[in-house]
Each structure stands twice: as C-alpha cells, then as structure tokens.
C-alpha cells in the first residue's frame, strides 16, 4: 500500500481503497458534511456512512459537491436494523439512495446479524435480507456486498441460502481486540475485513506501549495503530470531524512496522475494551 488511492481487491474484482473515513457519530448537517470534504480534500476515496448513523444526506452532499469524478469515491452504506427482511430492505435500500442522491452505491452491508426484534427468527430473516442484496447486486444498483459485526455462526447461517458469498465483513479490529476465530473465518471464505473503531473509540492513546511506538517511529499513536491495521490485512475506518487529525491519519504510507513491533502490538490484550456481543446488543 502506497497511498490512500492504493486498493485492496475485493473477491468480485472491484477494488476498494485502502482506508476509508468513517462518519459515525458525525452529525448530520454541517459537521457530517464539513468532515466529509474535509477527508476527499485530503486524499480519502472511501467514505462508509450507514442509515442507522442519519447523516447519509449530508454525506451524499459533500461526495456530489467536491468535484471529483464520482468514479473515484467508494461509498458504503448499511441497512438499518428494523429494516431486516426482503420487501423491507428493497425499500430501505431506495431510500438510502435518495438521502445519498448517488445512481449506484458501492458497497451495502448488513449491519447487524441479530437484531433485538428478530431474535427469534435472525437466520430466517437475514436469508430474506441477504436475497434483497443479491438482487439488487445483480441489477447493478450496488457493486458489492458484505456483512457488518457478523461471526461465524452467523456466516455459516447466511451461506446455507445465499448464492453469493459476502465480499467484507465490517467489524471492530484495533490492537487488543483483533477477533481472530471471525478474522480467520472470514478470510477463509475471502471476505475482507474491514477495521471499524481502529482507535479503540479513543481508548488506543491511554495504552503505554503505543505511546512507545509512537516515540520509536517518530509517528502518532494513532497513526501506528492504523499502519498495524494496514499490515494485518486489514482496511481500516478512522472517523474524526477535526480537519488536522483528518489529514494526519492519511499520513500511513512513509514509514513500516518492523515484524517484531507488528507482534507486540498483536500481542495487546483487552487493552481498548471489545467487541459488544451481536447477539446480545439492546436495539
């Protein structure tokens, strides 16, 4: 990886690139919207909103009025969690399209694989959701599709109905919650991984040997944290609305983690908190 323009390649042949600006907790209107500018102007080509965040209008704004070719932006979206269900995500999906004001989406993702009001029948209804994304994959309204916070059980339910495996699955990856049963699972399977929360929501600037790396390599904490990302095969998704630290966690591509630095973070354990349970989440 060279730069933010650099791309991994998705097991349909669509490239994605390397590092996306995430948008969570961005609000909608003009912080959502500046952020997003903020990120195209420093050289992000991949921006990752969800319907669930509510500020998909003001990310559409930003990616139709920066001027680039709409070619060269990668856009995300994920379905919310009431909206599970074949006629329901067909709806959602239009919906998300309107607030965006984009003719096709990138990547659509499944947000969450158990939500609290499909407890009971989750499989049933991520196998009707899962055949909303494959048509809509197939009539070239999306061009590509994938899963969010999804472990193997719940991969291994999906892949007994659908016809096209899942190209990513987005989950939290940062040092001290690297999920390896789901990161070995997915790679398996070739299904990306995409790294939400590679900051540790905050937690990674407290952690005493980050701090160490930082000083050793004349970087940020949170630009090691991202290169560990990058070097583990993963594609990370840092999220901030400060237009200084926007730029300075594109600036990943100048410098390498050294195998044995790269095994000492790996090595970081429950140091940033984990992953909430997916079948246990509250909404």
């Known amino acids: 990886m060279k730069s933010l ?43 990752d909103t969800a319907a669930a965040y509510g500020n998909e209008e003001s990310v559409g704004r930003a990616v139709r009025a920066s001027g680039i070719d709409r070619a060269e932006i990668f856009v995300t979206s994920k379905l919310r969690n009431p909206d599970h269900g074949y006629e329901s995500t067909l709806a959602a999906f239009d919906l998300t399209m309107r607030r965006l004001g984009l003719d096709t989406l990138d990547l659509y993702l499944i947000h969450w694989p158990n939500p609290a009001q499909f407890r009971d029948n989750w499989q049933e209804a991520n196998a009707a959701t899962w055949k909303a994304f494959e048509e809509l994959y197939e009539a070239g309204r999306i061009r590509a599709i994938g899963v969010s916070n999804f472990r193997p059980h719940h991969l291994d339910a999906l892949l007994k109905t659908a016809r096209i495996v899942p ?27 995409e790294a939400y929360s590679p900051l540790g929501t905050g937690k990674i600037f407290g952690v005493p040997l980050m701090q160490e790396m930082a000083a050793k390599y004349g970087k940020t904490v949170a ?61």
């Open 5 to 47: 323009k650099s791309t991994f390649t998705l097991h349909n042949g669509v490239t994605i690139p390397c590092v996306g600006f995430g948008t969570w907790q961005a609000q909608d209107g003009e912080q959502a919207e500046t952020a997003v500018r903020a990120a195209l102007e420093a050289g992000y080509r991949h921006i």
């Open 167 to 193: 190209m990513v699955n987005q989950i939290r990856l940062c040092p001290g919650d690297t999920q390896d049963e789901t990161v070995a699972y997915s790679r398996k399977h070739n299904i990306l991984l």
């Open 223 to 283: 630009q090691i944290s991202l290169r560990w990302s990058l070097q583990m095969g993963f594609l990370p998704l840092p999220k901030s609305t400060t237009p200084s630290r926007i730029r300075e966690n594109a600036a990943l591509f100048d410098f390498e983690l050294s195998q044995a630095d790269m095994d000492r973070i790996t090595g970081l354990e429950d140091c940033c908190g984990k992953a909430s349970d997916p079948d246990k989440i509250p909404f």
